[in-house]
């Protein structure tokens, strides 16, 4: 692709989406194994068969519920980025943000929880980006990473094709030069 040339398309990382996905499927095991034998479990916090129990049940429909849009989302085959003239539209996560436009940044940070890396794009208009979700846990969720990061709209490096540092390079750089456009 040369300079200036539109679109700019990101693919999602199959690889990346495939070991999420086995993470997961081995945390939901280990909930699995919580919830069936927690008196089993005699050391420290794990002492506690209450505690156990749940865990195990925390583990099974957090980590159930991302093997689910793991697997989802290895189906999906549209980009997971586009960048172009007139915004940026997500589809990296199990509830994308969409088209968001230019005009509608007002900066483009970077988070990084439990090691995993995030662009945070801050928007004028969270609510927008929270509204446009389908259903109630996906409006939660989006909810969840505004509280936390300051924005609805969250791109992790682990879904994408791309290595993180160049993408937050190409983000910002778009951005800027979009921005004063």
Same mark, same amino acid.
């Given at each position: 692709?040369?300079?200036g040339?539109y679109?700019?398309?990101?693919p999602?990382s /199959?690889?990346k989406?495939v070991l999420?996905?086995?993470? @997961? #499927?081995a945390?939901?095991?280990?909930?699995?194994w919580?919830?069936?034998?927690?008196e089993?479990f005699r050391n420290?916090?794990?002492?506690?068969?209450t505690?156990?129990l749940?865990?195990? #049940?925390?583990?099974?429909?957090v980590?159930?519920l991302?093997?689910?849009?793991m697997?989802?989302?290895?189906k999906?085959n @549209?980009?997971?980025?586009?960048i172009?003239?007139?915004?940026i539209?997500?589809?990296?996560?199990g509830v994308?943000?969409?088209? #968001?436009?230019?005009?509608?940044?007002?900066?483009?940070?970077?988070?990084?929880?439990?090691?995993q /890396?995030?662009?945070? #794009?801050?928007?004028? /208009?969270?609510?927008t980006?929270?509204?446009?979700?389908?259903?109630?846990a996906? /409006?939660?969720?989006?909810?969840?990473?505004?509280?936390?990061?300051?924005s609805?709209v969250?791109i992790? @490096?682990?879904t994408l094709?791309?290595n993180?540092?160049?993408?937050?390079?190409?983000?910002k750089a778009?951005f800027?030069?979009?921005k004063? @456009?």
């Amino acid at each position: 692709m040369k300079p200036g040339e539109y679109p700019i398309e990101i693919p999602l990382s /199959k690889q990346k989406l495939v070991l999420l996905l086995i993470s @997961a #499927i081995a945390f939901v095991a280990i909930g699995i194994w919580f919830v069936s034998k927690p008196e089993s479990f005699r050391n420290g916090i794990l002492g506690n068969p209450t505690i156990v129990l749940s865990i195990g #049940i925390l583990s099974i429909v957090v980590f159930g519920l991302a093997a689910f849009v793991m697997a989802k989302k290895l189906k999906d085959n @549209a980009p997971g980025l586009i960048i172009d003239k007139t915004g940026i539209t997500d589809n990296s996560t199990g509830v994308p943000a969409g088209h #968001i436009p230019w005009s509608d940044i007002k900066e483009i940070k970077t988070n990084k929880v439990f090691n995993q /890396k995030f662009l945070v #794009i801050m928007v004028n /208009k969270p609510e927008t980006y929270i509204n446009r979700q389908g259903n109630d846990a996906a /409006k939660k969720g989006v909810q969840a990473n505004y509280k936390i990061s300051g924005s609805p709209v969250n791109i992790p @490096a682990s879904t994408l094709k791309y290595n993180f540092d160049e993408l937050e390079s190409l983000v910002k750089a778009e951005f800027k030069k979009h921005k004063t @456009a």
